[in-house]
Structure formats: C-alpha cells, structure tokens
C-alpha cells in the first residue's frame, strides 16, 4: 500500500531522512516511534506531500505520490503534529470547508460531521470560533478533520497529544474500526504504551533511518527483552 | 521627577514599539508605496480644492462664509478628535495589555500617569496636522498674528479637551465595571467640552479683545486640567479599587451563526469548484473587520470622490469606471493581503487535494467578487440617475468589468508571488513598484490592460510553480 525506497531529505545539511525504507501493508496499523527531531514528522509531510525529499521514490496505493502528488491527497488523511486551523472559523465550519476542497455531498457530510464531533464531545463548542479554543479542542477538530472523508490512509502526527483521556479511548476505537474496514493507518507517537496496545506492527526510527521494524513481540524477541516497548525501543536507540 | 520618568521608561519604550509595529503591521497589509500615493494624490487635490474655495470665497467678499468654514473646520476636528481619543484608549486599554502592565512591579499612579502621557504623545505629534487647516484660514483672512496665536491657543485646549474626552468615554464605556466616579467625570468633561467648542471663536467680524480672549484661554486651560483629572481618577480608580475586575474572564460572546442566506447570495457567481476556498476567505474579512476597516475608509474615500465629482452624466459614467478601477485595486490587494495564508496555515491547502490553480483562482475571485456587485449595483443605481441609454450604461459596465478584471488579476499575481511568501521571495518590493507603475499606467492607458492581461497569465505559471515548490517545514 505504502512503498518507500531510498527516501533522503536534509535541512541545513543535516540529514533528516537518510536513505529511508519502508513497506506498509493494506489496511495495517502502522507504528512510528522515534527520539525527538529522528524524522518522524519529516516522513510524514513526505507522504503527504507536504515536503519535498531530494531523492527517493514514494508509492501510495500504486501511485507515485512524488510525482502526482494531488491523486495522492485524495486518498490520504493527514493530521499534523500542531493542529493548523483557521482560527477565524467555527469547528464546525472549518469542517465543512475541509468536506468541500474534498467534494464531500452535502448530506453526507452534514452527518460525518455530527459523528465526530459526537465522538469527541465537541457538539457544544462546535458554533465557537477556533480561536477560542483551548490546544486539545484544535486537535479535535484537526483529528476529526483527517477522519471526515473515508479515504485510504491516514497519517497521524501524535494525534493523542492534548486529548483528554475519554477522547483518547474514542480516538483509537475510530482507529481501530477504519483499520478492520481496510484502511491503512501510520501512526506516530511517543506513547509508546498506545502504539504497543494497537498497532499491528511498529517502525521505530533514529536519524532518518528506520532501526527496526516489526511487530511488538518480534522485536523483543529482538532484543531479547521480555519487558515493554520502552525498554525494546531505548534498547535499539541506544545501540544505534 | 527622576524616579517616575525611569519607571516610565521601559512602558513608554513599550508603548512607542507597539505602536510602530502596529502602524508597520497595518502599511504592510496595504501596500505602502500604493498607500502613500493614494493618500498623497487625495490630500493634494482636497487641499488645493480647498483654497481654491477659499480664494474664491475671500475675492468675492464672503467673509461670513469663510469664518462659518473656520467654525465648520473646528467643530469637525473636534469631533474627530473625540472619535480617535475614543477608538484609541479602547484599543489601548483592552485587557490583555492592561493584564500586563499591571503584573510588573510598578506604582499604580505612575502606570496610569505614563498610560495618560502615552495617549497624549501621538495627540501632541498630530497637532500640526490639525492646526494647520484652521491657521491657514485665518492667514488668508489677514488676521493679525497675535489673535492667529491666540485661536490656535483655543483650537489646542479644545482638540485636547475633545481628545480626552473621548478617551474617558472608552473608560466609561468599557467592558469591565463601571466605577461610580467615571460617569460623573464624563459628564462634566462633556458639558466642558461642548462649552469650550461652541465658546471657541467669538462671531465675525468681531476682533475678540486681549482681555475676552484671555478669560477664553483661562477657561480652556481649566477645561484641560478637569478632563485630565477626570481621566486620571478613572485610571487609578479602575487600577486601584478594582483589581480583580480586570481579570475577569470576559463572557464568551463569540459565537458566531454566520448569515447563510447572504453568504450564499453573495457567492452565488462563484464556480462551486471554487466555493469553500472563497468562502473561507470571505468569512474571514466580514470576522476580521478592525483589520479590514482601513481598506473600507480607503474605498469610502474614492467613493465619497466620485460622487461629489460626478455632476452630469458623463463625469458620472468617468467617475464610475474610475471607482471600479480604485475598489478593484484596493479589494485585489486585500484579498490576498487579509487572507494571506501563512506557512503554518498553508498546510491546510496542501494537505488536501487542492492544486496551484484552484488556490489561485479562488484568491482572485475573493479580490473579483465584492468588485463584481460594486460595479454591478453601481451601474443599476446611476442608470437610473445619469445614462440615457442602456448602450451607454452597458458600454461603461464591460469597460469597468473589463478593468476589474484585468486588475484584480494583476494584483493577485503579484501579491501571490510576494507577499504571503515573503521568505521566499526576496524580490516582493521590486514587485510592488512594479504593481504601482502597471496601476497608474492602466490609469493613464487602458488598452495596456490586454498586456498585462497576457503578462498575467505568464505570472501565473510562475506563481503556481512557485507555490508547488513551498515546503511546510513547521
């Protein structure tokens, strides 16, 4: 589904994705987990076409993502790790312009609308503006945003970052139910508890490169720890 | 003395930066070299308007007519004054500064003392300004000097007078609690006030004597002294009898519902691709009215121009086409200017399927739009008055559309490409030259429009490109 080769992206000289390789199955949950400034967020705006690598090759679904960039966006989702919104619109409108730019009917968005913001309590502040917001209520809306369409694949930049924990529970059940419908999802976090609990397998990256990549029993049989992700993933950075 | 002027220092260090970043911040949205064209143009041709009246009137003799314009001038200033003391002490007051200032380690008589001399500052630096009409009447009238000095004296004690009163009414007005002291102080800086206005100038041709005028400029002085102590005690009351009041969370009062029906009116010529992208940017001018309000009094000046210039038919059809072409001007620059996406903001847009082409487009019809229903509702409001024909009516429409156009999307090419990306075009003040030269030559040459026309569709490509290229590195 996803298919990443040999992906190089710098900023100033420093390297932020050194030679970056990575398959993601159809309809898999896939982990992101990394030490602060590892390229985590970096990859991410790769796929979506937010950056632009200097080398490398990305497939999404079969297309080259580098190259049609806007057939791409069509099937992904993406919520970053700051929440950008336009502070000068109501939840529920910037809701309603992100349904437009992506054709959303009417009917059906009104109703994807009223779901989400449902699923994370924001039916009461939904007619207040952005800007008036606290940080978790722009990450709701920013989540929901990323979830309004069914599209392909989701990536999600720490979308648990300034969830109150009933949101956080709603967020990953959401998560859960897509991935089961065949969506794939690319999940970075720094809970690194959440990401043990529900991804299918888990990529943990250190200096732009990918230092494993497995599922969560595999890699401690890795490293030959019986203890949590944790311990398996300061275990592997360190090496490193 | 020396102990409070350090403790004002750093406040009015303070203020003076937020000022100029304010005032740098408000030239950045409209272009400066257009502003400071624009308002030089206007100025000139007011002023010389103005004394060739006042020529006109002083050769034939009409002197009650004169000293009525000097009363008139006076009186207006006065007002204005009141308006800008009020509109700049609510803006200065607003609590998030005020939260501020009021943390610092400082005596609360010295913080309202400098926040009296911060709202006095730019009063004095503006003063020439507004003493500089009036004096001129009085010359040309050959009024001895010392009752020139004497008048501008009075005009001085009143501007001030009016200026602090308005400053006290925004006390009054605010939206914290009210202090019980406030209401009476500005009851009675408004009576003084008034009293001082309309007592100002003794009737023409009457030379006031020293002693009359004297007594005046005692009044005034005392009038000054009244306000400022009406001032200064609602300042050290709000600061010391109500603390807490200040930081009250305001009631949530911004819910917005928005006006479905108008919205939906008013985007009804927009391509549907285009709607949620014009949309979101019209939400934004009509929620971010303070930041869009100088471009509004600009328009309202050349609209103000055109209808007191229009006289027959004919000057009204020139004038029309004139006004499309300045609202196209000014709204283009708006809209990129007042929607400018930042780079954070950007990711938005380029997350989502939405190309160059479609951004761009939609950025020119939020610049097109509002000059769409101008032109439009202009045209259907002086067919009725001035054109005696529809082909003359028609005509002037496809000429003003035609202009709209061309300039709307002129200057979305060029504030695309330069302002809202900033960092990565360098070249954005060479741009806007260039913008101002194509602007004044559409002015002075319309057929050149196809050229730019063309040269636009080139900038596009350009633009498009340069937007695929923009990386969101946040």
Redesign the interface.
């Known amino acids: 589904m996803i298919e990443i080769s040999d992906l190089y992206k710098s900023?100033d000289g420093v390297r932020a994705l050194d030679g970056f390789s990575l398959k993601i199955k159809e309809g898999e949950f896939f982990g992101l987990i990394g030490p602060n400034g590892a390229g985590k967020s970096t990859l991410l705006?790769s796929l979506?076409?937010?950056?632009?690598p200097e080398s490398g090759e990305i497939r999404i679904s079969g297309i080259n993502a580098l190259a049609d960039g806007?057939q791409t966006?069509?099937i992904?989702g993406?919520a970053?790790e700051?929440p950008?919104?336009?502070e000068?619109?109501?939840g529920r409108?910037f809701l309603?312009?992100?349904?437009?730019?992506?054709n959303i009917a009417e009917e059906q968005l009104t109703r994807r609308i009223e779901e989400l913001l449902d699923s994370f309590s924001m039916k009461e502040k939904a007619?207040?503006?952005v800007?008036?917001y606290s940080h978790g209520m722009r990450q709701k809306i920013s989540l929901s945003a990323a979830l309004l369409a069914e599209t392909k694949v989701l990536l999600l930049d720490e979308p648990t970052n300034g969830l109150d924990p009933e949101s956080a529970f709603h967020l990953k059940q959401m998560l859960q139910d897509r991935c089961a419908g065949g969506t794939t999802i690319v999940f970075s976090s720094h809970v690194l508890d959440t990401v043990e609990k529900i991804c299918h397998r888990v990529g943990i990256i250190h200096r732009g490169k990918i230092v494993a990549c497995d599922s969560v029993e595999n890699l401690r049989t890795l490293t030959g720890s019986e203890q949590s992700l944790e311990n398996v993933f300061l275990s592997l950075v360190k090496r490193q | 003395m020396k102990a409070e002027l350090t403790a004002f220092s750093p406040i009015l260090t303070a203020q003076y930066r937020s000022v100029k970043n304010y005032l740098a911040h408000r030239l950045d949205r409209i272009t400066k070299v257009e502003l400071a064209i624009f308002l030089g143009v206007l100025s000139y041709d007011l002023f010389s308007r103005f004394i060739a009246h006042l020529d006109r009137l002083i050769g034939s003799e009409k002197l009650a007519e004169v000293w009525q314009l000097y009363i008139g001038l006076s009186k207006g200033i006065i007002i204005l004054l009141f308006v800008s003391g009020f509109a700049f002490a609510r803006r200065k007051l607003g609590d998030i500064r005020f939260s501020l200032l009021l943390i610092q380690p400082l005596p609360d008589a010295t913080l309202a003392a400098a926040k009296l001399l911060a709202f006095l500052i730019p009063f004095v630096l503006l003063l020439p300004f507004w003493l500089i009409v009036p004096s001129i009447v009085l010359v040309k009238l050959s009024v001895q000097w010392d009752i020139v000095v004497l008048q501008m004296l009075f005009q001085v004690a009143a501007y001030l007078a009016s200026a602090l009163l308005g400053i006290a009414g925004a006390l009054a007005a605010g939206e914290r609690r009210r202090h019980p002291g406030t209401v009476s102080c500005i009851l009675s800086a408004a009576c003084l006030t008034a009293l001082c206005a309309l007592a100002l100038i003794p009737p023409w041709p009457q030379n006031p004597s020293l002693s009359v005028s004297l007594a005046f400029f005692t009044m005034a002085a005392l009038y000054l002294a009244l306000c400022y102590a009406a001032v200064r005690e609602s300042l050290v009351k709000r600061i010391l009898f109500s603390p807490d009041a200040l930081w009250q969370s305001l009631p949530h009062k911004r819910r917005r519902k928005g006006y479905p029906f108008l919205l939906s009116a008013y985007l009804y010529p927009v391509p549907g691709k285009l709607a949620p992208l014009v949309r979101k940017d019209v939400l934004f001018v009509a929620r971010s009215y303070k930041t869009f309000l100088i471009v509004f009094l600009a328009f309202l000046f050349v609209t103000l121009g055109a209808i007191l210039r229009s006289g027959d038919s004919r000057n009204a059809a020139q004038w029309l086409i004139s006004l499309s072409i300045a609202a196209s001007y000014f709204l283009a620059n708006a809209a990129f200017k007042f929607n400018d996406e930042g780079i954070e903001r950007l990711q938005v847009i380029k997350s989502h399927p939405v190309s160059a082409g479609r951004h761009w487009w939609s950025k020119f019809w939020v610049g097109f739009l509002p000059c769409l229903w101008l032109i439009l509702v202009g045209h259907f409001v002086l067919a009725l008055r001035h054109f005696p024909g529809w082909l003359g009516m028609l005509q002037s429409l496809a000429l003003s559309l035609f202009v709209a156009v061309t300039l709307v999307f002129i200057e979305n090419n060029f504030a695309l490409y330069s302002y809202p990306y900033a960092r990565y075009a360098p070249l954005w003040y060479n741009l806007y030259i260039i913008t101002a030269v194509v602007f004044f030559t559409v002015l002075l040459f319309p057929p050149l429009a196809i050229v730019f026309l063309l040269f636009g569709y080139y900038a596009i490509f350009r633009v498009q490109r340069r937007m695929d290229a923009i990386e969101v590195l946040t």
């Open positions: 900023y705006k979506v076409g937010l950056i632009k806007m966006k069509t992904i993406y970053a700051e950008a919104l336009y000068y619109l109501t409108e309603e312009f992100v349904g437009g730019l992506r007619d207040e503006l800007a008036d």
